[in-house]
């Protein structure tokens, strides 16, 4: 221990002393990274402790020339020859084994060997926490011990929900502004693609089962499968981005999703043939999950909640009624509103006010902004002419 002390000592003295040869003779003075490649691997110190000791002294070189700027002249640079120095270990060399707290000495610069580090005994009452510096002093040791308390998340958290659709993919909505990510890029990938689909196989069921012309079409099938998956998941994928977005920017806490398990279920008794191709369940599924990781990313959670009667309130005096079309017009009242964003603010509204529907709690003004995700490309696929004279077949993906 003393040995450690002396020899933080020396290598104090010669920083003292060499920094002064510079301000004697008027030349630039070193920096810190100079003296730590002229220091490196030169003394019986860890070399994380030659680094901390340079740190130090630069502290306070620094202290001293503000001081000595700001007209205090009596403020010296470090000038004293010293025959102990208090050693340094910082953070992540420190190691803890039982209760002894280990303290490395480094490399001897000479014989190339470990040096023997220092292990001291820690009292039983030492506090709670990490030890993030150790200061070798005489006859103690100084610890610094760093105790991480957990700051409590803000209690007042910001809820926005959004509603899953087949036109609009998504309306997300903090009740006051509305997002609508619209999902026709999507209908039309899944339209393109059953169209296509019916054709070939109208082709192929002309053709023996497993002959080379039935072949060549089960490939093309499977190629034009492949190609609407990715684009389908390019596209929910750009969609989940701009919800996330919409989170981020509104700073919200929580986004609440319509429960997707409940509308599987609803679809069953009165299964719409047209809607399911539009949306498939299954993306909509996909959806959800990419939207969950990435919100989960940058710290807002994903709630689902029961979208019951969410499309059907008036959000304004909660009469009940199934809308036609795409615009929400309440018989009662009057009220008039987009269907997605009434969609999407009465689940906000139901979730807030646990599982009432409020009326004039949260009324859409219409502030909806829309936002195509990808700008589809339509793709165009011919299927190699077949041996047999079969017509070729354009397949083309219209845009919804
Ligand atoms: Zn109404």
């Not at 036109?167 to 026709?184: E, F």
């Not at 998956?229 to 981005?241: G, I, S, V």
Request: hydrophobic share 35%.
């Amino acid at each position: 221990m003393t040995d450690a002390r002396s020899e933080a000592a020396r290598l104090w003295n010669k920083m003292v002393k060499l920094h002064l040869y510079f301000r004697k003779r008027n030349k630039k003075w070193p920096t810190q990274a100079q003296f730590e490649k002229h220091f490196a691997r030169k003394f019986r110190l860890h070399s994380q402790t030659i680094q901390a000791l340079i740190e130090k002294f630069f502290a306070n070189i620094e202290t001293t020339r503000v001081n000595r700027a700001n007209g205090n002249k009596k403020a010296r640079y470090p000038y004293k020859e010293k025959t102990y120095f208090n050693p340094v270990w910082k953070g992540q060399h420190i190691k803890q084994q039982l209760n002894y707290i280990v303290l490395p000495m480094g490399i001897d610069p000479h014989t190339r060997k470990r040096n023997l580090g220092i292990s001291i005994r820690l009292p039983k009452d030492i506090p709670n926490g990490k030890i993030v510096q150790a200061e070798l002093a005489f006859g103690k040791l100084l610890l610094t011990i760093q105790n991480e308390i957990e700051i409590e998340k803000p209690k007042v958290e910001k809820v926005a929900a959004t509603d899953l659709g087949s036109i609009h993919l998504g309306v997300v909505t903090d009740g006051t502004n509305s997002l609508a990510v619209v999902g026709r890029g999507l209908r039309s990938i899944n339209q393109g693609k059953a169209k296509a689909l019916a054709e070939l196989s109208a082709v192929q069921s002309k053709c023996e089962k497993y002959s080379r012309c039935w072949k060549k079409l089960q490939a093309t099938k499977r190629k034009i499968l492949r190609k609407t998956d990715n684009q389908t998941y390019n596209l929910l994928h750009q969609a989940a981005n701009e919800i996330v977005g919409y989170c981020e920017e509104k700073q919200v806490s929580k986004l609440v999703v319509g429960d997707i398990t409940e509308i599987n279920r609803n679809k069953k008794k009165k299964s719409s043939r047209r809607l399911n191709q539009e949306m498939g369940l299954l993306s909509l599924g996909v959806f959800v999950g990419y939207l969950e990781y990435k919100l989960a990313a940058i710290g807002i959670e994903l709630e689902s909640y029961s979208e019951s009667y969410t499309t059907k309130t008036c959000p304004a005096c909660g009469h009940k009624h199934k809308p036609k079309g795409r615009q929400y017009r309440c018989p009662k009242c009057g009220f008039t509103g987009v269907r997605d964003e009434v969609g999407a603010i009465n689940l906000l509204n139901k979730f807030l006010n646990k599982g009432e529907i409020k009326p004039q709690f949260l009324v859409p003004k219409g502030n909806v902004k829309y936002l195509r995700p990808l700008k589809l490309k339509r793709f165009a696929k011919r299927s190699s002419p077949t041996d047999t004279g079969q017509p070729s077949i354009h397949v083309v993906c219209a845009d919804g």
